[in-house]
Nanobody, 123 residues
Framework: QVQLVESGGGLVQAGGSLRLSCAASGRAFSSNAMAWFRQAPGKEREFVAA???????NYADSVKGRFTISRDNAKNTVYLQMNSLQPEDTAVYYCTLRPYGTSSIMIKSYNYWGQGTQVTVSS
C-alpha cells in the first residue's frame, strides 16, 4: 500500500516562501510520476506542478516562475519550493503519485494521495 505524507505547510506573509515535502513509501518511487495539487475553500482541487520519473516538470500558469517541483529518489521524497507567495495561493496542498513514469495535469491520472498540508498566505 502506498503512503504519502506531506509536511512543510504553515502561515506565511505575502512575498514569503515555503517548501513542502512529501515522503513516499510502499512503491518503487523512482519509476513513478509525482505531482502537487491544491484545493482552496469552496473551490475544486486544481493542478499545481508535476514531475515525471525522468525529472521533466510542468506547472500551472498561475505558479510558473514562482514554484519549483523537484524529487530526491534516494529519499523517496518530492518537494515543492514556493516563492513569492500570494494570498491566492492559500489552500490545502496535496501530494499525489501516478503509477506511470510520465506525468499528467489531470487529477484522474493519479491514484494515491496524501492527507494534505495547509498553506495560508496573509496579506
Amino acid at each position: 500500500q502506498v503512503q504519502l505524507v506531506e509536511s512543510g505547510g504553515g502561515l506565511v506573509q505575502a512575498g514569503g516562501s515555503l517548501r513542502l515535502s512529501c515522503a513516499a513509501s510502499g512503491r518503487a518511487f523512482s519509476s513513478n510520476a509525482m505531482a502537487w495539487f491544491r484545493q482552496a475553500p469552496g473551490k475544486e482541487r486544481e493542478f499545481v506542478a508535476a514531475i515525471s520519473s525522468g525529472g521533466t516538470t510542468n506547472y500551472a500558469d498561475s505558479v510558473k516562475g514562482r514554484f519549483t517541483i523537484s524529487r530526491d529518489n534516494a529519499k523517496n521524497t518530492v518537494y515543492l519550493q514556493m516563492n513569492s507567495l500570494q494570498p491566492e495561493d492559500t489552500a490545502v496542498y496535496y501530494c499525489t503519485l501516478r503509477p506511470y513514469g510520465t506525468s499528467s495535469i489531470m487529477i484522474k491520472s493519479y491514484n494515491y494521495w496524501g492527507q494534505g498540508t495547509q498553506v495560508t498566505v496573509s496579506s
